[in-house]
C-alpha cells in the first residue's frame, strides 16, 4: 500500500465517536422524559373511593341481609352478585366476596363472623378480612 | 483499476453522511417534548370532591329507633342517597349534590361556587337476565353535550325491601321495585350510581 | 485522489456540507435538550399534592399518638393533656379509620381554637421537613385550613377561626376542598331525665334517700354501637339535665359526685361503692344558669344541667371496662332513690328510643403555597 497521509485519521474518528455519544444521550434522555409521573396521576389511579364504598356497601348489606338470612349465593335475591356483575362491566374491577360460615345472629350478636373481600382493578390489588 | 486510495476518503464520506441522517432523526425526534398534563390536578380535585359528596349524601345524618315494632332496627335507616333512588326523587338528589359540591366557605358565611359542577349520572343494574341495564336519572340544568371533560364517580346504592310501618325515612313497602325500566329485578340489589361531573 | 492527500488545509464539499448541517442540528438539539431537562429538575414543587395529602390526613385519619398513662399507641390524641402533646405523633380529625371523612368535633374544636397545637401542625400535619434542622428553620410551606357546616341545614353550625397563615391573592396555591361531616356532641336530654316520671322510687341501704343517679355503663358504649351514630362519653362532650326537681328540695355536697359501681352484676347499685370524686365546679350549672360553687348546699332548684368533658373522666383514671354512676343527694325530695337511670346509648337492638347525635354537614378547604 502507497503510504498515506494519516494525520487527521484521529479527528475524525473521534469526532465520529462524539457524535454518536451525543446521539446516544439524547436518545435515553428524550425517552426518559416518558417514565415519569406526576402526582396528581397517582392520586388518580389509587382506587381509594371505590375501595371505601365498597367496604361500605358490604358492612350495610351484611347489617341488612343478617337480619333476613339473604346471605347466600343460591337465591336470586342475592347482592353480592349485583356487585361482581356491575363491577366487572362499569368500573372494569373483579371483586369476590366470601363468606365462611353462614350469618345468622338475629337479634343478638354473638362471636365474630367474617367476611372475605378482594378487589382488583387490574392496578391495586386488595384484599381484607373484615370482623363483623 | 482497484486500488486502495481513497479509502479514508470513503470512510469520511460514510461517517458524514451517517451523522447528518442521524442527527436530523434526533433534531426531528426531540421537538416532541412531552409536558404532564396539568388537567390531572384538576382531574383529582374535581374527584375527591365528587367522592366526597356521594359519601357523604350516603351516610345517615341521624338514627331515631322507633319505639314501635320490634322489627325496627336502625339498619332499615335509609340514606339520603339511597331514598333519592328508591323513590327516584332527582328533586331532592340535585339540591343535596348542589349543596354539597358547590359550597365554598367565606367567612363566617358560606358562599357558592363562580364555576359551578354540572352534573348526569346514570343508575346501573343487574337484571333478570343477568346483563347489566341502565336508566338515567338525576341531570343539572346543563345538558351533557359530550364535548365537557368530565370526570366520572360512582357509588354503590342498596335497595332495601325491607318493610317498615310507614315512617318516613325507613323503607317504604308501598313503593315497589322496579323502580327502573322492565328487567329490574324486584327484590333487594345493589345499584351503581356513576355520575359524570364537570365544571363550565 | 493521492494528491489531494496533503496537508494544505482543504477541506472537500461535502464534508462542508456535512459538517455544516450537523452543527445546525447539533446547536438546534443541543437548545432543545436543555428544554427537556427543566421537567425533570424542576424547581416548581407541587403543592396541590401537599395540599391533597394533608386533606387525607386531616379528613381520613384519626390521628395518632402516644397515651402517656399507659404508653400505648392511640387514636385519640385530643385526650392528652396539653402539656404532654410531643407525644401526639400526627394531627387527624376523623372519628375512626373505618369512617372516613366522618369528624369528630372534640377533635375538631381542639384542632381549630387551641393555639398551643398550632405550632406543630407544620410538622405534623403537612409533613413539612425543610431541610435544615435547627430552631431558625423556616418552613417550607404557607398553609391555611377552614372547617364551615354548610347552610341550610337543620342542625347545629359550626363555624372556626382558619388555621394557619392569611391567604392574600397568591396565584400559585395549592388547593383542596373536602366534603365531612362532623359528629355533634351527644345530648342527655334526649329526652330529659324527668324526675316526676323516671322515678323508680327504690330502698337502698347505705344511699341516702332522694339520691338520683345517672348511671354510666361504659362496656356497653363499645360493645353495642356504632361509633358515628353512638354516644360515647369518654370521647365526646356530653350533657344530661334533671330536672321537675319538687319543691324543697335540697342538693348537698355529701354523697353527691361520681361513684364506681363495684358490683354491677346485681343490677342495683350498692350502698357501699366508693366515691371516685366530687362534682368540680364547672360542671354543674344550677337552674341552667347557675354554677354550683362552693359545693354548699342549695335550696329551691327546678333543674340541674350537667357537662362532662372527656377530661372529667381521664383525669380520674376511668377504665372503660367498667360501671361508674353520678350520685346527686336531693335531700327532701319525697323520693327514695331513683336507680340505675342509665345514661342514654345508641343500640342496634331495637326498641331503645334515643336519637343519635346528629351529623352536621361541613366544608373543609386547605391551601398550600
Do not use: C
Not at chain 1, 71 to 83: H, Q
Amino acid at each position: 500500500m502507497a503510504r498515506l497521509k494519516d494525520d487527521a485519521q484521529w479527528i475524525i474518528l473521534l469526532g465520529f465517536i462524539i457524535s454518536v455519544s451525543i446521539f446516544f444521550l439524547a436518545l435515553i434522555i428524550n425517552e426518559s422524559v416518558l417514565v415519569g409521573q406526576t402526582t396528581a396521576e397517582s392520586v388518580l389511579e389509587l382506587p381509594k373511593s371505590d375501595i371505601h364504598d365498597l367496604r361500605n356497601e358490604v358492612f350495610r348489606s351484611a347489617q341488612i341481609s343478617a337480619e333476613q338470612a339473604k346471605f347466600n349465593g343460591a337465591t336470586s335475591g342475592d347482592w353480592y352478585r349485583d356487585l361482581v356483575d356491575i363491577s366487572m362491566s362499569r368500573k372494569n374491577a373483579v371483586i369476590n366476596i366470601s363468606v365462611p360460615s353462614p350469618i345468622n345472629h338475629w337479634p343478638y350478636p354473638q362471636a365474630y363472623d367474617t367476611i372475605y373481600i378482594h378487589f382488583n382493578n387490574g392496578v391495586t390489588n386488595y384484599n381484607e378480612i373484615f370482623y363483623y | 483499476m482497484v486500488d486502495d486510495y481513497g479509502q479514508l476518503y470513503t470512510i469520511e464520506g460514510i461517517a458524514a453522511a451517517v451523522i447528518m441522517l442521524v442527527t436530523a432523526y434526533i433534531m426531528l425526534n426531540t421537538t416532541t417534548l412531552y409536558t404532564p398534563a396539568d388537567t390531572h390536578v384538576i382531574d383529582m380535585q374535581l374527584q375527591q370532591l365528587g367522592n366526597d359528596a356521594l359519601s357523604m349524601m350516603d351516610t345517615t345524618d341521624r338514627v331515631i329507633p322507633s319505639s314501635q315494632g320490634a322489627n325496627q332496627s336502625y339498619v332499615s335507616y335509609l340514606s339520603p342517597l339511597e331514598e333519592s333512588v328508591r323513590y327516584s326523587d332527582t328533586r331532592n338528589f340535585n339540591n343535596t349534590l348542589k349543596i354539597y359540591a358547590n359550597s365554598l366557605y367565606g367567612n363566617p358565611n358560606p358562599v357558592i361556587d363562580s364555576r359551578p359542577l354540572q352534573w348526569n349520572s346514570t343508575i346501573y343494574y343487574r337484571t333478570t337476565g343477568d346483563s347489566v341495564g341502565s336508566y338515567p336519572f338525576a341531570n343539572s340544568e346543563r345538558n351533557l353535550t359530550g364535548r365537557e371533560h368530565y370526570v366520572t364517580v360512582t357509588r354503590w346504592v342498596h335497595l332495601n325491601e325491607t318493610p317498615s310501618n310507614n315512617t318516613p325515612g325507613l323503607s317504604d313497602p308501598n313503593v315497589i321495585i322496579p323502580i327502573g325500566p322492565n328487567g329490574m329485578r324486584n327484590e333487594d340489589q345493589v345499584v351503581l350510581l356513576e355520575v359524570l361531573l364537570w365544571r363550565d | 485522489m493521492a494528491k489531494k492527500m496533503d496537508n494544505s488545509g482543504l477541506l472537500s464539499i461535502d464534508f462542508i456540507a456535512g459538517f455544516t448541517i450537523f452543527m445546525i442540528a447539533f446547536i438546534a438539539v443541543a437548545t432543545l435538550i436543555s428544554g427537556l431537562l427543566v421537567n425533570l429538575q424542576s424547581k416548581t414543587i407541587d403543592y396541590d399534592a401537599v395540599a391533597y395529602r394533608t386533606g387525607v390526613i386531616l379528613v381520613e385519619d384519626p390521628g395518632y399518638g402516644v397515651d402517656p398513662v399507659s404508653t400505648n399507641y392511640t387514636t385519640n390524641w385530643e385526650l392528652i393533656p396539653l402539656v404532654q402533646k410531643e407525644n401526639i405523633l400526627r394531627y387527624g380529625l376523623a372519628v375512626s379509620k373505618d369512617y372516613p371523612n366522618i369528624l369528630s368535633e372534640y377533635k375538631v374544636s381542639k384542632f381549630f381554637t387551641i393555639p398551643a397545637y398550632s405550632g406543630d401542625y407544620h410538622r405534623k400535619v403537612i409533613f413539612d421537613e425543610p431541610p435544615i434542622l435547627g430552631p431558625l428553620t423556616t418552613p417550607l410551606y404557607h398553609y391555611n385550613i377552614q372547617l364551615t357546616s354548610i347552610e341550610n341545614q337543620a342542625s347545629p353550625k359550626y363555624w372556626f377561626p382558619p388555621v394557619g397563615d392569611e391567604v392574600s391573592n397568591i396565584t400559585n396555591t395549592g388547593y383542596i376542598h373536602r366534603v365531612v361531616k362532623i359528629k355533634a356532641p351527644a345530648n342527655g336530654d334526649n329526652p330529659p331525665m324527668d324526675m316526676a316520671k323516671d322515678n323508680t322510687n327504690v330502698v337502698v341501704s347505705g344511699i341516702p334517700n332522694g339520691t338520683f343517679i345517672v348511671y354510666f355503663d361504659f362496656p356497653s358504649y363499645y360493645d353495642k354501637q356504632d361509633p358515628i351514630y353512638g354516644i360515647d362519653p369518654l370521647t365526646e362532650n356530653t350533657s344530661f339535665t334533671i330536672t321537675n326537681i319538687p319543691a324543697n328540695t335540697t342538693l348537698q355536697a355529701l354523697n353527691t359526685g361520681l361513684y364506681i359501681d363495684s358490683n354491677p352484676k346485681l343490677g342495683n347499685v350498692g350502698g357501699g361503692d366508693t366515691l371516685i370524686s366530687q362534682m368540680d365546679q364547672g360542671e354543674i350549672l344550677l337552674d341552667g344558669v347557675l354554677p354550683w360553687t362552693n359545693h354548699s348546699s342549695i335550696q329551691n332548684l327546678n333543674s340541674i344541667r350537667v357537662f362532662l368533658n372527656p377530661e372529667f373522666f381521664i383525669q380520674k383514671n376511668i377504665e372503660r371496662g367498667r360501671q361508674y354512676y353520678i350520685r346527686f343527694n336531693l335531700e327532701g325530695s319525697g323520693y327514695n332513690t331513683t336507680q340505675d337511670y342509665n345514661f342514654p346509648w345508641i343500640s342496634t337492638i331495637p326498641g331503645t328510643g334515643v336519637s343519635s347525635p346528629p351529623l352536621v354537614p361541613a366544608d373543609m378547604e386547605v391551601r398550600i403555597w
